[in-house]
Structure formats: C-alpha cells, structure tokens
C-alpha cells in the first residue's frame, strides 16, 4: 500500500484548502485512513481520520467544525476539507494508514503503519 498526499499550499487567514490522501496497491486491507500534522519543534498530532468499514470519522477538538474528512466508496481516496485556516494550523499534513482492525478511529501515530510524505500548509495572518 502507498499513500500520496497533496494540497498542500500558503493561504491566508480564513480561507479554505482540501488536502488528498491517494491510496495505491492493495488498499483492501486499510481499516483506517487518517491525517496528523506536524509543526517544528512540536509532536505530530492527530487532526481526523476515517474507519472504511464502520464509517466511523473522528476528529481532534482543535479541529472540529472547521476541518471535515471524506471518503471515497472504491477506497481510493481520503479528502481532508479545511475552513477557516488560522496561522497556528501551519504544518506538515501526513496521511496514514493502518491494517490492523478495528471499528474505530485511533488517535495514536504508532497505531499506523502506512505513511505517505508530508504535504506543507502554511497560512499567513
């Protein structure tokens, strides 16, 4: 399995940006695909992520109302929408998978084991 991500970009204060998580290979055997992101100097954090067979999303506090994660139903493809971007949302965005089951989200970063390259969202005030 690999995953590609893309979308990243410099936006300013307010405004909107989709990221894509593009799964290749054998993808059948995702139970979750997620996006953490990264700042220098800062741990990698969860922001959402997606269960492909219970549909279960889960979303970080810092996150919720303003970022969305959907789903395409051939599991080829996990859009992350964000709105209302705010300088302290700058980061390197991951996507993540992991093909160990579970009906959940996990919110951990070691409970994946598929990662694609960082794509880097950076927003001006």
């Known amino acids: 399995v690999q995953l590609q991500a893309s979308g990243g970009g410099l936006v300013q204060a307010g405004d909107s940006l989709s990221l894509s998580c593009v799964h290749s290979?054998?993808?059948?055997?995702?139970?979750?695909t997620a996006w953490f992101r990264q700042s220098p100097g800062k741990e990698r954090e969860f922001i959402g992520g997606?269960?492909?067979?219970?549909?279960?999303?889960k979303y970080a506090e810092s996150v919720k109302g303003r970022f969305t994660v959907s789903r395409d139903n051939a599991k080829t493809t996990l859009v992350l929408q964000m709105t209302t971007l705010a300088p302290e949302d700058t980061a390197a965005y991951y996507c993540?998978?992991?093909?160990?089951?579970?009906?959940?989200?996990?919110?951990?970063?070691?409970?994946?084991?598929?990662w694609g390259q960082g794509t880097q969202v950076t927003v001006s005030s």
């Open positions: 993540a998978a992991t093909r160990r089951y579970t009906t959940v989200v996990p919110v951990t970063s070691t409970e994946y084991d598929v």
């Open positions: 997606a269960n492909w067979g219970s549909g279960f999303r």
């Open positions: 290979g054998h993808t059948s055997g995702i139970y979750v």
